[in-house]
């Protein structure tokens, strides 16, 4: 089954350097995406591609929308959907007194299977195609996300996590019991369809050293899983950990003491990183994941782009819901710029589209399925239609530059532009009519 797609193509090519996006991306005015069986045919100028092709398949004329690569969300919670925006003053009391709560009812299958879809059904309608994400400690969460994922086709990294101590008794679980449960659902699940395994420890001050120590061992039993875990987030949250790891010389050190450094490991906030961390995050190739929308709900603090930037760390981005104030993309793209505005060097739309896209498929090691539109890639895209915000459509009524478009549909755009995500070729989800479509 072969299927053209018209409109305005944007993507970075594979050879795209983070200090050189100028001269690493792809637009084109009237450009052609060609889909075959799940896979990209072709990309590029339409004309160009018509004359050459024999024109044996149907052809979607899209207008002015965008075509561009689906978007990478690398931290996200599929349990904490029901306390997005709830008032809970800073981190640790928030997640006491409304997360905490709220994981806990994931336990009943049912209720994880329907609140799962609804988080899924989210991401996807905000343009979202792979995510990296935390559920529950409960089995019930992390089936469901690997089920429900499985059904959609959808790339979907993510592991039971993993809580032993300073969480209420209701969620904790003995590290031995959480092993056994990731070794399950390893066996069950990673490299099932498009889903991967992600061992995930919440993070220092819910683990004790025997559940770091043996969440790292799982993970070195493979070559190819994930670990991801959050650190550095809040002043308060490094002062705990400070004290219950008090022969490690930082927050860092008592991560990396384990083992748990590695390319494939993914580092939630970071944002009281010091140098000497920063210099061994790079030296590991660990990744950072910033994550705007949630600092700033959060008060948690203003990460600097820059720092790991200059120690050649490769940063990605997550919506970190329910911290997180939007499952859009876009609108954390927004905050992530403001932020660094704020932090005195404005990220470039190109960079800031690059680290939801071909950036994220890189830092997941990723690259030659998904990011972009190179021939042979799974085909996850989304369309998005300024026109949908009366707003984006009069501010871009001239504009011509695609990196002004860009920036403008980060600024004002959100889950209202998103004409619609495929997934592998497939229509999933969209804003408009829902007819005839593989909704949840
Ligand atoms: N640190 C540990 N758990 C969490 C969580 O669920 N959300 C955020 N934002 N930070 C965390
Ligand atoms: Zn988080």
Request: aromatic fraction near 12%; charged fraction near 25%.
């Amino acid at each position: 089954m072969q299927k053209g797609y018209r409109g305005r193509l944007f993507d970075f090519k594979t050879s795209a350097e983070i200090h050189d996006l100028e001269k690493g991306f792809k637009y084109f005015e009237d450009g052609l995406l060609i889909v075959k069986d799940g896979f990209v045919e072709n990309a590029g100028d339409f004309q160009t591609i018509f004359n050459k092709t024999a024109q044996s398949f149907e052809i979607e004329n899209l207008g002015k929308s965008i075509i561009m690569p689906g978007f990478i969300d690398t931290h996200v919670h599929s349990v904490q959907t029901k306390a997005i925006a709830s008032f809970g003053k800073e981190l640790l009391d928030w997640l006491d007194n409304y997360i905490f709560p709220a994981e806990r009812k994931y336990e009943d299958p049912e209720y994880a299977t329907f609140h799962t879809k609804f988080f899924l059904k989210n991401l996807l309608k905000n343009g979202t195609t792979t995510a990296l994400v935390y559920p529950s400690v409960h089995e019930t969460s992390t089936s469901a996300l690997f089920d429900t994922a499985m059904d959609l086709n959808m790339r979907l990294i993510a592991g039971n996590t993993w809580m032993d101590r300073n969480a209420p008794g209701y969620l904790l679980e003995n590290c031995e019991a959480s092993y056994k449960l990731s070794s399950q659902l390893i066996k069950k699940y990673h490299n099932r369809s498009r889903l991967k395994f992600a061992v995930t420890p919440r993070y220092a001050i819910t683990s004790s050293p025997e559940a770091l120590k043996l969440a790292a061992s799982l993970f070195h039993e493979y070559d190819d899983l994930y670990l991801q875990t959050h650190i550095s987030e809040n002043r308060k949250e490094i002062e705990m950990v400070n004290h219950s790891y008090p022969n490690h010389r930082n927050y860092l050190d008592v991560y990396d003491d384990f083992g748990m450094l590695t390319e494939r490991t993914f580092l939630g906030h970071g944002i009281y990183l010091e140098d000497d961390e920063l210099k061994r995050i790079s030296k590991t190739g660990t990744k950072i994941v910033h994550c705007p929308t949630s600092n700033l709900f959060l008060g948690s603090g203003l990460f600097d782009y820059q720092k790991p930037l200059h120690n050649n760390i490769q940063v990605t981005l997550g919506s970190d819901v329910g911290g997180g104030t939007s499952f859009s993309m876009l609108q954390t793209l927004q905050d992530a710029y403001k932020i660094s505005a704020i932090k005195g060097s404005p990220m470039s739309p190109l960079l800031m589209f690059y680290l939801i896209t071909l950036g994220a498929a890189k830092a997941l090691g990723l690259e030659n399925r998904i990011g972009n539109f190179d021939k042979g890639k799974e085909a996850d895209f989304v369309v998005l239609d300024p026109d949908m915000n009366p707003l984006l459509k009069y501010r871009i009524e001239e504009s011509v530059s695609p990196e002004d478009l860009l920036f403008a549909m980060m600024i004002l755009g959100d889950d209202r532009i998103v004409k619609e995500t495929y997934l592998m070729g497939k229509a999933v989800g969209s804003n408009q009519s829902t007819a005839g479509r593989n909704q949840i």
